[in-house]
């Protein structure tokens, strides 16, 4: 299939199932692999938390919420506001808390970390892309940096931790530091994906909460 076909499959699924992004097809396929999410809301208790860095347009939260379905409580933060064409109220649930702000801002990052402890920290958060791959990556790894932060903040012992890397100079680095964190621990590239992209996501599970 060609790179055009396959982002237009992926955004027409999008559209025709409610959501303003494709992107929700990567966290769709990463939690069908690594069972990131509880397989049944039935089994979602009250205490289980996610905290997702980079949200909008909103694609991954409503999938999030979708799965949800009034249980547990999902923070976001994104620099730019959700899209509310198509979340149909969920971004006005109990269970969902949403600040648009800087995943930096020392604030923020006290904010988000006095609301765990978190079940999950997910992070699709990516710079606005320069064209220079060295320094977009350069950027992201201190996005996957500060996600890291996050987990060491608020992330529970046995917390699972999904972020996504443009992969570069700083990767290998960036792994080394992450991996003794989690009893399971992998690089993931989703069909959904451009195959043009040099974006991956890590995936941590079984936080050992050891820093
Ligand atoms: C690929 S989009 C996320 C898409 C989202 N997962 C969805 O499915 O709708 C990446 C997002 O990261 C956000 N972002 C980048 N740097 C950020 C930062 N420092 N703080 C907060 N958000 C940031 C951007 O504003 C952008 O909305």
């Not at 992070?123 to 064209?131: I, K, L, N, V, W």
Request: with cysteine; glycine share 8%.
């Amino acid at each position: 299939m060609s790179n055009y076909k396959k982002l237009d499959f992926w955004s027409l699924k999008a559209q025709n199932e409610g959501y303003p992004a494709r992107s929700v097809y990567k966290l769709q396929e990463i939690d069908k692999k690594f069972g990131l999410l509880p397989k049944s809301h039935g089994l979602i208790k009250a205490d289980f938390k996610i905290l997702e860095l980079g949200a909008a347009p909103g694609s991954w939260s409503l999938y999030i919420l979708r799965k949800l379905a009034g249980r547990g409580f999902l923070a976001a933060c994104d620099l730019s506001p959700l899209s509310r064409r198509t979340d149909a109220g969920l971004f006005d649930g109990q269970n969902f808390f949403f600040k648009q702000a800087d995943i930096f801002d020392t604030d923020t990052q006290a904010e988000f970390t006095a609301l765990g402890a978190f079940s999950l920290i997910l992070s699709d958060a990516a710079p606005s892309t320069s064209g220079d791959h060295g320094v977009d990556a350069a950027r992201s790894a201190e996005i996957a940096k500060a996600a890291l932060l996050y987990a060491d903040a608020a992330l529970r012992k046995d917390g699972g931790f999904c972020v996504k890397i443009f992969q570069g100079a700083e990767t290998a680095a960036l792994l080394k530091e992450a991996r003794p964190k989690f009893k399971l621990f992998k690089t993931f590239k989703p069909e959904a994906c451009r195959s043009s992209s040099f974006e991956t996501y890590v995936v941590g599970l079984g936080f050992k909460k050891i820093s």
